[in-house]
């Protein structure tokens, strides 16, 4: 096997990084290597592109032989990899250059970041069930750790709640996988694919149930989802940018994925995804509307576009899951942004309530104007991504002849145009001597022009797909037929055709 | 008396005396979770759920008569042995459950010294 063609990089070099940290604090290379390790990995991402498109690349990790570690990357699986990198890439260029606050330098967070990608990497990768578990556990462990790392009481507070809630879900799901191994004895997620039929019908649901409870906890969907503006608002907006950009959705492809892999009958299947992401979308984005923090709704609109995300996974054709692909890449670019400028803007204010930013479009004309590209491309303005995935979703649902989603989807829109120019309104509203511009002597000098190139290169490459989406059309395609053919990869993993 | 130990040492039964002793300990576990309110008496639910599920895995995938699959002392094949995934699985799930206990308890412990409370509630109570 060649050296740069191996899955397991992904997880190995950040894993390995991340232990060796010691000697990185010594040579004084941390954020260097916080940012070049996921640089290097989205490279290599990048170059695998071509190949994968031929056929998906297998890796087993041979222990003792009967048991090993087997890895799985595909189309679908790629794009995410690429996307996860990059997203650790940037917050890294983000941290380097931005951060002062103290925890957010040094070993610490250096090694929980890079675990967390190694972990979201792992759970995207891995072809075995109890290998996910491990992942998942890793990276709730490293998000745990991460939320509570500024280490005062709200930050300990939403790291609490986030390690009760998070640990109910891997119990949930530890349980889910411990009936799939009694009742089938395999744990090979292919090969439990095949086996899944011939379990009795009460247990299949049994599991179908404690799995979605699991996940469904995990990647923030309602009704399991009431913990999440709690966290989001306790931590600290640059990690928080890492949890709506790469570990939601490294769960909801999880989800996703065994879904597709392991109910037989699509029809229930998609009725589950479907209901679910059309809840949690309705009841996101209605409960952001009351939202009076920043942080808080950005999580409320986070979770709103990963039920639409949901909506469009779940209806398991290909051309919407394109667009659900499409609409993941651009959701994580907008949060990403909209998440880094409320972390450049708590620097400066002492409150991200929306009384205390009146005017402060005024007194940081750049900042709040990315912020407001971001809300844009959020509800889906051209020519932006965001306008270019919702299309593409709501194309997907016209072509397929089912309207209902093509509503609701346009009410969630309505709905978020109200709450962001809300938001957009207050911020260039006439500072009546608010808070924005007595703390703004308090605090520390203008920010130099390196803080603000990831935000740039991310408004920047909101236009790109905005404008050119053919780019990477063929790459969402491709993921999109990955995952949604299940004979494939039951054929390419166990060299057998699907019964 | 002595039918009756065989009785009990029937597969099925001994299963079906773990299967509900393991689902006892996982519903006391979730009540913990549910009904207490301070911070230790979570997590210890927390770690009460996880044991019941790796004890459920381990007495269900074994059944008596087999010895452990360590190949040492002049055993040199699987036979008569227990199936190593569900063991191996397990260890690494304990390792797991003590790991985030940990994490979850000194968590606690810093809370607790930064807020003198240990409530859940007051955790669900600080915002804003």
Redesign the interface.
Known sequence: MEFSASPIWFIALPMLAAFSSPLWVRWRVLDQLLLGIPLGLLLLALGLFATVQQAPLIETIVIAPP?GIHLHLDSAALLLVALFCFAVTLVAAFLWHGATETHLRGRQPFVLILLLLAGGNGLVLTGDL?NL??FL?IA??SA??LT?VR????A??A???Y??IG??A??FF??AV?LI??QTGQ?NMAAVAQAFAEIPPAMQGLIAVLALIGLGIKSELFPFNFWVP?VY?GSDPAITALFSGLLVKAFLFVLVHLAVLIWIDPEIARIWLMTLGALTLMVAELAALRQD?MRRMLAYSSLGQIGLILLAFGFLHESTAAGAFFHLISHTLAKLLLFLVAALLLRRVLSL?LDALTGAGRVYPLTVGLFVVGALCILGLPPLSGFMSKLWILQGFAAAQTFWPIALILVAALIEAGYYFRWIRVLYAPAAASAVTDSKTSKTAPESWATYAPLLLLVGLMLLLGIAPFVIEGALVDAARALLDRDLLIQSVLGVAAQ | MLELLDWLDRPSVLHGLHLVGSLTLFVIGLYGLLGKRHLLKILMSLALMELAVNLLFIALATTSGETAPILSDGLTAFTGMADPVPQALILTAIVIGMAVLALGVSLAIRYHRLSASADIRALADAQD
């Open positions: 048991l109890f578990y491990v556990e709730g462990i745990y750790v509570a280490d005062d009481r709200p300990l507070a790291g609490l709640k390690l009760i640990s109910v891997g119990v530890l349980l411990v191994y009694l744990l709690d608002r923090e309530h």
